[in-house]
């Protein structure tokens, strides 16, 4: 059987890959080119046809490293090792999704589950997960953003798969398959508009973010504590007196002592006075022997401490050390000597007039966690905040995917959302997950806007990430069943043409 002319030949198919995880990659922020994501799967799934199981798995492998190695490329700064594996792990497990895709043009109904199922798994385990670098991140700046709302990253994923699946069964001029992927895509983004979303109130809360600035690419080793807090006392002068909501970014106040009982909390608690403000700011205390506390700390405008919420998901590696006793010996000094005791109470405070969901730098990235603060335990958040502090890392490859998770969450849950960081970037973020206003990286700034209050349940914080999931699975099901059905399909033989077969010298004419 030839190879149609669509297909790359088999020494290509790998590289082909290769560049589909590549092209996705550059989908994401900071290149954020959103519609490459489409022309990565269109090359991956070309990779993909007709290849047996084997072929599969490596050619998946390969994509993603194509994805994975330049886009969590900030990880060897935090943990060189935990990168090559975090890149490694990653890659086999979406081999093993790709793998399950059946080799004839049932892929294509297959292909959207099989990369949603692979976010899925990388999103929770191990260790509580490593999601990011998904294909959300770069298609928040697209039209189908507003999926968000309706199941979260993964309904993104599933739909930006079936729209790279699209192209690839219009290449190969089959319209039927073609079509219905994308009527697939117009159908879900038109729906989604029309899905439940955050409403207004009628009210607003003014809100300052506070970025001290400073130089970026350093560790906490080599920065005085006391002069990453003065610089934020001094930046925060320029807060307008009577602000509502005043926000600090994460762990800027590093104390060895309950910040109640510190000069820090005098000095914070003077600020709050002085201002007239509800002060949030990010505080890491000393909790004994190899322990810590990263908490949002909030100061009334009369100097009190009024509420606090100790963060819940952990960085590995970095808050805590899995497998310390096992780990320790063999790593000794390269591995954080404290682990982060985890919080248990809620992550929405009351705060004056807004009630406040606070989500921790890397709790950003977990669509749980912007859920669980809007859907509250009896208090239902009103805004979302994301102190965060990204600034050991050098270039703008986290801060960036953390800007491109604070608008997912806010489209998620229908509400405003602030993110504010050191030393870049600090932002507010529109309901709509619109970047409003941002500052750069290392400035010293104080951004302030009028924060809408709003209420309301989109259908993500119903239901969460099972509903994508469940489709997920359900598409892997039903391709596997149909390609059994049929046969394999209309695969495509890998192996090289054939040599043809030599002929027989005619019969020469009687009498030559």
């Keep these: 059987m030839d190879v149609p002319a ?182 879900a983004t038109g729906l989604a508009t029309l899905a439940p979303d955050g409403a207004p109130i009628g009210e607003v809360v003014s809100v300052a973010l506070v970025q001290g600035g400073g130089e970026q690419g350093t560790l906490d080793a080599e920065t005085d504590d006391r002069e990453v807090f003065l610089a934020h006392l001094r930046a925060s002068q320029a807060v ?52 810590f506390r990263n908490a949002a700390v909030a100061f009334a405008p009369d100097g009190t401490i009024v509420a606090r919420y100790d963060k819940v998901r952990r960085v590995p590696f970095g808050e805590f050390v899995p497998y310390r006793d096992v780990l320790e010996p063999l790593a000794g000094d390269a591995l954080p000597a404290k682990d982060a005791i985890v919080g248990t109470a809620p992550n929405t405070l009351d705060l004056g007039p807004a009630r406040v969901g606070v989500v921790i730098s890397w709790e950003v990235f977990f669509g749980d966690r912007g859920r669980d603060a809007a859907n509250g335990r009896g208090r239902v958040a009103d805004i979302l905040v994301n102190p965060t502090n990204g600034s050991s890392y050098r270039g703008t490859l986290v801060q960036s995917q953390q800007v491109a998770a604070s608008r997912l969450r806010a489209i998620e849950a229908g509400r405003a959302e602030a993110q504010i960081a050191p030393t870049g970037f600090t932002a507010f973020v529109s309901a709509d997950g619109d970047v409003l206003e ?49 046969g394999t399909g209309p695969a495509v033989v890998e192996s090289a043409p054939a040599e043809p077969a030599p002929t027989e010298p005619a019969t020469p004419p009687a009498g030559a």
Excluded: H
């Excluded at 006075?273 to 949030?280: N, P, Y």
């Excluded at 104080?446 to 989109?458: A, E, N």
């Design 438 to 486: 941002r500052t750069g990286v290392g400035e010293r700034k104080v951004l302030t806007r009028d924060m809408p209050l709003r209420t309301g349940r989109t259908l993500f914080l119903r239901w969460g990430p099972w509903p994508p999931f469940l489709l997920a699975l359900g598409l892997l099901a039903a391709a596997a069943a149909l390609a059994r059905r049929a």
């Design 240 to 291: 307008p007196a009577g602000t509502d909501l005043t926000l600090w970014p994460e762990n800027v106040v590093n104390i060895d002592e309950p910040i109640a009982e510190a000069r820090e909390g005098e000095e914070l608690a003077a600020l709050a006075r002085r201002k007239g403000t509800t002060l949030l700011v990010g505080v890491v205390e000393d909790a004994g022997p190899g322990r």
């Design 6 to 187: 669509w297909v790359p030949s088999r020494g290509r198919r790998p590289l082909a890959a290769l560049a589909g995880g590549v092209l996705c990659a550059l989908s994401l922020p900071p290149w954020g080119f959103w519609p490459l994501a489409f022309v990565g799967v269109f090359a991956l799934d070309r990779a993909l046809a007709g290849a047996p199981a084997g072929s599969r798995f490596r050619r998946g492998f390969l994509a993603g490293m194509g994805l994975l190695a330049p886009s969590t490329w900030w990880m060897v700064a935090f943990t060189p090792p935990g990168y090559v594996v975090e890149v490694a792990l990653f890659s086999a497990v979406l081999g093993l999704a790709l793998a399950a895709c059946p080799p004839g043009r049932w892929r294509w109904l297959a292909l959207p589950g099989a990369w949603a199922a692979f976010e899925a798994v990388k999103g929770r385990w191990p260790f509580g997960g490593v999601p990011l670098s998904e294909l959300a991140m770069g298609q928040v700046a697209g039209p189908l953003a507003g999926l968000a709302r309706v199941g979260g990253v993964l309904l993104v994923a599933l739909v930006t798969v079936a729209g790279g699946v699209a192209l690839s069964a219009a290449w190969d001029r089959c319209w039927r398959a073609a079509g219905l992927a994308l009527a697939a895509v117009v159908v």
